[in-house]
């Protein structure tokens, strides 16, 4: 017979789900294999590191694949199942999969990137930092409560600010890094000081029970919770570069490798975007009437911001591409926008969340093939202005077209077919919430862009200004462009695989 004490032990301890949390363990632990192997592996051999890096995400992403099967959840409450810190469910597969997915390509352009920067990055601390972001960004939309959904936050963060600085004697490189990490510091501040209110007020961490009682504050503490909700939402806004939170971007992406640029673009996004999910949707649904309003302001004017920031673009300026990528992808960051502010009035939350990661898949995979071309072009015009793709088609013809399909995915045109799909499904999530004033903004500024990405697609194709010259693309940037060349493809093939992929039971 047991005594009381033993029932006590036996009552806490937690039995974990190791297969669950597989994906972002073997990311951190090939992290920290990769740190202490860069100890002893000869400076001509470092190139090892990068290689164990891309397979240890690739293994990390193949380890999704058991988990198909059901929802699974691990260091849950004793005595109330439902009050979990980790739950592998379908959005969590989805949006793992797009994070892993997109750091091992992003991976892909970093093998070359380092070969080229000649000493002038660490390869041991960069592969470290990168897989130890992209363990924190995989474990980030399984979090269930407060506490871990913020470490996870950091742990994806903080790397993320090393890397935009790794780069020795560069002062862009140093300003680009102090900028991004100053106003994300800012954010997680702020959302920290939310969140404490929110456990003031209800007592909990876990979204679940935040759910349940927030609704039944007591009096005195109502002023306190509504606080905590804005503040949590102000926090998280910087975090997915919404207007006025984006200031950081454009520099940022300038100063950073252009691997890492690529990364923060898709990966970075993808994490803000994810925690904006949970606290909106999952922990705060009784507080609608306060985030959906502030959301789909915060949408119009995100979109409209980076598209105009976007077609302000001079073609000549020295790192024009990547500044157009940049605001792009603020613009971009609106329309990721547009569903979740939709799920605040829309019956069915869920499937407003499911246009939500249907758009990011879409978005993750053509902006990083952009990205992967502009590596291409960078090797050899390193200042990488838009000018500089002038004649591309004559030089690159592959490169040229995938770049002008990656583009027009991005305007939403054909054949670009999964983009025209994806914005046509965040249109018609705002119609349905009854969000009219914001549908017509997104249509006025997908026309906006429209400008500027076929500007740029029409000037691959002119003749080029004295002798093409060639691009020689290494193995690693050519099964980067060759990825997401076959993976906007297939989905311009068959878009409506995206929408079926996130269209069943999200949480």
């Known amino acids: 017979m047991s005594s009381p004490a033993q029932s006590l032990a036996a009552s806490l301890v937690q039995s974990v789900d190791w297969l669950a949390i597989a994906p972002p363990t073997l990311a951190a632990v090939v992290g920290l294999v990769v740190l202490v192997a860069d100890l002893f592996v000869a400076e001509h051999r470092k190139t090892l590191l990068g290689w164990t890096s891309v397979a240890g995400l690739a293994a990390a992403t193949l380890l999704l694949l058991p988990l198909l099967d059901g929802d699974r959840s691990t260091f849950c409450l004793t005595g109330d199942a439902t009050a979990c810190s980790y739950t592998a469910d379908r959005f969590t597969l989805v949006i793992q999969f797009l994070v892993l997915g997109g750091a091992l390509l992003a991976a892909l352009l970093s093998v070359t990137a380092l070969k080229d920067a000649r000493k002038e990055l660490p390869e041991g601390e960069y592969w470290f930092l990168l897989l130890s972001s992209a363990a924190g960004a995989a474990l980030l939309p399984a979090s269930r409560d407060l506490a871990t959904l913020i470490v996870a936050l950091e742990v994806a963060s903080l790397p993320a600010f090393a890397l935009v600085g790794l780069r020795h004697g560069d002062r862009k490189s140093s300003e680009a890094a102090l900028k991004f990490f100053l106003s994300s510091v800012t954010a997680t501040a702020v959302s920290l000081m939310g969140i404490s209110f929110v456990y003031a007020s209800t007592g909990t961490l876990y979204l679940t029970q935040v759910a349940d009682r927030i609704q039944n504050v007591d009096g005195q503490l109502h002023t306190l919770a509504q606080t905590g909700v804005v503040l949590t939402l102000v926090g998280f806004a910087f975090k997915t570069a919404a207007v006025p939170f984006h200031f950081w971007v454009p520099d940022t992406y300038v100063g950073a490798p252009l691997p890492i640029a690529a990364y923060l673009s898709v990966i970075g996004k993808t994490v803000g975007f994810s925690g904006l999910i949970l606290v909106t949707v999952v922990a705060l649904p009784s507080y609608a009437d306060v985030w959906g309003p502030a959301l789909a302001a915060l949408a119009a004017l995100t979109m409209t911001v980076g598209n105009v920031g976007a077609l302000r673009q001079q073609a000549t300026r020295a790192y024009s591409a990547v500044r157009l990528l940049a605001w792009s ?30 758009y990011a898949l879409m978005y993750g995979a053509v902006n990083l093939g952009a990205f992967a071309v502009a590596a291409l072009v960078g090797r050899t015009k390193s200042l990488n202005r838009v000018s500089d793709y002038r ?9 040229a077209l995938l770049l002008a399909f990656f583009l027009l ?8 077919i999964i983009g025209l799909f994806a914005k046509v499904t965040v249109f018609s999530a705002a119609v349905d919430a009854g969000l009219g004033w914001l549908a017509v903004i997104m249509a006025v500024n997908v026309v906006i862009a429209l400008f500027y990405y076929l500007q740029w697609t029409a000037l691959l194709f002119r003749a080029p200004e004295g002798e093409p010259e060639k691009h020689r693309v290494p193995a690693p940037l050519t099964a980067a462009i060759a990825l997401t060349g076959v993976l906007g493809i297939a989905l311009s093939g068959a878009p409506q695989l995206v929408l079926r992929f996130t269209d069943t039971a999200l949480f």
């Open 409 to 416: 995915c991005l305007a939403g045109l054909p054949p670009g």
């Open 391 to 399: 004649g591309l088609y004559a030089s690159s013809p592959l490169s």
């Open 329 to 358: 992808s603020v613009g971009q960051a609106g329309y990721l926008l547009v569903p979740i502010a939709a799920a605040a009035y829309s019956g069915d939350a869920e499937k407003s969340i499911g246009s939500t990661v249907a």
